[in-house]
C-alpha cells in the first residue's frame, strides 16, 4: 500500500500565525516591520546645548559645535543603534525644524531610512528637541586665553608699517575657520604678535601673509604639555617680511630717506630728501626705521 504524502512543513509568524519560510528576528515581514519604531516621540528624549555666549549648537562631552540638525540627526542614529543593534544601517534626512517662540525648544521633521535584518523600513515625524544653555568648548578656550599659535609678524632690518600690520590682521581674521579664534594680540615696538587656536590654523595665517606682502616664515615649536595620552606643543610662527630695497623711501627721526644701496650684514646707505646730505644707517639704526 503506497504511503500517504505529507504535506510540506513550513514555519509561521508566532505574532499572527503566518505560514512563510522568511522569518525576520522570528516574525514574518509584515509584523517585524511594524514593531519597528524608528522615530518615537515619546521615548526620544533629544537635549541639545546652547552655548550662551555665542549662540551655536553642540552636543557630547567635546562640546564642539555643529548645527541644530547635525546634532537631532546624530541623537536619533545613536537611539536607533542603541535600540535595535549597531550593525542597523541608518540613514537621517531633515526635513525641516521649526523654532519656537519661547526659543527653549524647537521642533525637528524627519525622514528616518534603516535597514535591519535586510529589510528597508522608512519612517517620517516630527521630533521635538529640548535646548539647554552651557558654553560651548571654543567659547570656553577663548575665555582662558587659549592658544596653540602665535603668528610673530616682523621685517628684516626694519619696523613694520602700519598698513603692512593692518593687511596682516585682516587676512588673519578673513582666513579663521569655524572653529579657529585669535585669543589675542599684542603690539609691540619690533611688530605684531597674533595669537591663534591651533598649529594648523597659524600656519596658513603666515603663508598667506608672506604670499601677500612677500619675505618668508618659519616655524619652532615647543613642547607644552601632555593630554589624553598625546603631546600638546606650541608654536611660534616667525613671518619676516622683505626688508628695505634700492628706490625706497624710509622714515627715521623726522628724516625722509632715499636708499641708494643695501649692505648685507652692515646696513643702507641713504640720501636724505630734504638736504640732499648722504647718510649711513647702520643695521642696528635700520630697526628703528620705517618704510614711507
Same mark, same amino acid.
Not at 120 to 139: A, L, M, N, P
Not at 197 to 204: A, F, H, I, N, P
Not at 265 to 270: L, T
Given at each position: 500500500?503506497?504511503?500517504?504524502?505529507?504535506?510540506?512543513?513550513?514555519?509561521?509568524?508566532?505574532?499572527?500565525?503566518?505560514?512563510?519560510?522568511?522569518?525576520?528576528?522570528?516574525?514574518?515581514?509584515?509584523?517585524?516591520?511594524?514593531?519597528?519604531?524608528?522615530?518615537?516621540?515619546?521615548?526620544?528624549?533629544?537635549?541639545?546645548?546652547?552655548?550662551?555666549?555665542?549662540?551655536?549648537?553642540?552636543?557630547?562631552?567635546?562640546?564642539?559645535?555643529?548645527?541644530?540638525?547635525?546634532?537631532?540627526?546624530?541623537?536619533?542614529?545613536?537611539?536607533?543603534?542603541?535600540?535595535?543593534?549597531?550593525?542597523?544601517?541608518?540613514?537621517?534626512?531633515?526635513?525641516?525644524?521649526?523654532?519656537?517662540?519661547?526659543?527653549?525648544?524647537? =521642533? &525637528?521633521? *524627519?525622514?528616518?531610512?534603516? $535597514?535591519?535584518?535586510? +529589510?528597508? #523600513? @522608512?519612517?517620517?515625524?516630527?521630533?521635538?528637541?529640548?535646548?539647554?544653555?552651557?558654553?560651548?568648548?571654543?567659547?570656553?578656550?577663548?575665555?582662558?586665553?587659549?592658544?596653540?599659535?602665535?603668528?610673530?609678524?616682523?621685517?628684516?632690518?626694519?619696523?613694520?608699517?602700519?598698513?603692512?600690520?593692518?593687511?596682516?590682521?585682516?587676512?588673519?581674521?578673513?582666513?579663521?575657520?569655524?572653529?579657529?579664534?585669535?585669543?589675542?594680540?599684542?603690539?609691540?615696538?619690533?611688530?605684531?604678535?597674533?595669537?591663534?587656536?591651533?598649529?594648523?590654523?597659524?600656519?596658513?595665517?603666515?603663508?598667506?601673509?608672506?604670499?601677500?606682502?612677500?619675505?618668508?616664515?618659519?616655524?619652532?615649536?615647543?613642547?607644552?604639555?601632555?593630554?589624553?595620552?598625546?603631546?600638546?606643543?606650541?608654536?611660534?610662527? =616667525? &613671518?619676516? *617680511?622683505?626688508?628695505?630695497? $634700492?628706490?625706497?623711501? +624710509?622714515? #627715521? @627721526?623726522?628724516?625722509?630717506?632715499?636708499?641708494?644701496?643695501?649692505?648685507?650684514?652692515?646696513?643702507?646707505?641713504?640720501?636724505?630728501?630734504?638736504?640732499?646730505?648722504?647718510?649711513?644707517?647702520?643695521?642696528?639704526?635700520?630697526?628703528?626705521?620705517?618704510?614711507?
Amino acid at each position: 500500500m503506497k504511503e500517504r504524502g505529507r504535506e510540506k512543513w513550513s514555519r509561521f509568524c508566532p505574532k499572527c500565525g503566518k505560514k512563510t519560510d522568511e522569518l525576520f528576528d522570528s516574525l514574518c515581514k509584515e509584523c517585524f516591520t511594524k514593531e519597528i519604531r524608528l522615530i518615537d516621540v515619546e521615548k526620544f528624549g533629544i537635549r541639545v546645548c546652547v552655548c550662551e555666549n555665542c549662540g551655536g549648537y553642540f552636543k557630547g562631552k567635546g562640546k564642539e559645535r555643529t548645527s541644530i540638525e547635525e546634532a537631532v540627526v546624530d541623537s536619533v542614529r545613536k537611539e536607533i543603534r542603541k535600540r535595535y543593534g549597531c550593525e542597523c544601517k541608518v540613514e537621517v534626512a531633515e526635513l525641516g525644524k521649526e523654532i519656537k517662540a519661547d526659543e527653549n525648544k524647537a =521642533s &525637528v521633521f *524627519l525622514d528616518v531610512k534603516a $535597514e535591519m535584518e535586510g +529589510v528597508k #523600513i @522608512e519612517e517620517s515625524g516630527e521630533i521635538e528637541v529640548i535646548f539647554k544653555k552651557e558654553t560651548c568648548d571654543r567659547c570656553s578656550k577663548i575665555a582662558g586665553g587659549y592658544y596653540e599659535g602665535i603668528v610673530q609678524i616682523r621685517a628684516e632690518d626694519r619696523i613694520p608699517t602700519d598698513e603692512e600690520l593692518a593687511i596682516a590682521e585682516e587676512l588673519a581674521y578673513s582666513l579663521l575657520g569655524e572653529a579657529d579664534f585669535v585669543s589675542e594680540e599684542r603690539m609691540l615696538k619690533e611688530g605684531l604678535d597674533i595669537y591663534v587656536s591651533s598649529m594648523e590654523c597659524g600656519r596658513r595665517i603666515s603663508r598667506w601673509i608672506v604670499n601677500k606682502l612677500g619675505g618668508s616664515f618659519s616655524e619652532s615649536r615647543k613642547l607644552y604639555g601632555r593630554k589624553d595620552g598625546r603631546n600638546i606643543y606650541r608654536v611660534s610662527f =616667525s &613671518v619676516r *617680511l622683505p626688508g628695505f630695497e $634700492e628706490g625706497a623711501l +624710509v622714515e #627715521i @627721526e623726522d628724516k625722509v630717506l632715499s636708499v641708494e644701496k643695501v649692505i648685507k650684514g652692515k646696513g643702507i646707505e641713504c640720501v636724505d630728501m630734504n638736504t640732499g646730505q648722504r647718510v649711513f644707517l647702520k643695521k642696528k639704526e635700520t630697526k628703528k626705521a620705517k618704510r614711507v
